[in-house]
């Protein structure tokens, strides 16, 4: 009976203690960067967030694939030249006419400046379309079944945009060394690379981003899956696109990391996780576990989203997202910045 007792009482501390670690590590948010914060808008556009998630709703109601096209805008902004929202802007040639670009929905886009007009009509031009970018992005996750966090707010929009900056984000085609380099330069560790990529949970891929594992057929890749892609895609040009993730490929959940330990990954970069051995504990660990999944993507998506970003008066206040505002006296600037500044308080 003793002995009993002793294990009761032995496992109930476990418990506390795992739940109050768990907590701990929950609450915890990353360090912010100067400039912005999680109440930026609380006084001047306090229905900033409601808008956007009321409009993103409406939204996916009729298109559910806007979801991941929102989260790849966000990623493939912060990730070049940080998150200043100039992969919204128009060039030729631009930075979205790049390759690593492709296949970014003109929808999504629209929806981001969509929002826009909705927020500048309720609130005035204080909120930028990099804030927005964030904000849609951190719901296309919520609204598709994953977690719902806190964002830090007051990033500016920046004036101009990078075509060769696009050569920095991460490739589809790249083995893991090659991708933990590329997200250690912009200071992500391991576990923060197996996170993010569970971005791919959702979402559809173009031919020419997997082809080179059909031809030669990858051994690493299930057999039934490559049957699949071989009959979808004939060749690496052709316009169709595949699911990223075959279990639940609208729904952002860990099934993702299941796919993998089945070697039912479609990108090499993603397959690639399981054969590393300083990733593949990793995407077992999010496999069996989807809350620490959500804990470690939402702590590296946070910090993402505050890459290199323009607060302060730097920048500006996009009057529409795909371009830079007209220029303006200095004097008018000056003003502008000080009435934007004066209305936080």
Known sequence: MATSSFYSSLFISFILF????????????????????????????????????????KVFKNDNGQAPALLRIFFHDCFVQGCDGSVLLDGRPGERDQP??????PEALQTIDDIRSLVHKECGRIVSCSDIT????????????????????????????????TNNLPAPFNTTSVTLKTFAAKNFDTTDVVA?????????????TFFNRLSPLDPNMDKTLARKLQATCPNANSGNTANLDIRTPTVFDNKYYLDLMNRQGVFTSDQDLLTDKRTRGLVNDFALNQPLFFEKFVDAVVRLS????????????????????PKKSLFTSAVEDVAQFVAQF
Do not use: W
């Open 100 to 105: 690593a670009n492709g296949g970014i929905r």
């Open 18 to 57: 795992a739940s109050s670690h768990f907590h701990a590590s929950e609450a915890a948010k990353p360090p912010l960067v100067d400039g912005l914060s999680y109440s930026f808008y609380s006084k001047t556009c306090p229905k900033l967030e409601t808008i956007v998630r009321n409009q993103l709703q």
């Open 134 to 165: 964030v904000l849609a992005a951190r719901d296309a996750v919520f609204l598709s079944g994953g977690p719902d966090y806190a964002v830090p707010l007051g990033r500016r929009d920046g004036v101009t945009f990078s075509t060769a900056g």
């Open 196 to 208: 993010l990529s569970g971005a791919h949970t959702f979402g559809r891929a173009h031919c020419g």
């Open 306 to 325: 505050q890459l290199d970003v323009l607060t302060g008066n730097q920048g500006e206040i996009r009057a529409k997202c795909n371009v830079v505002n």
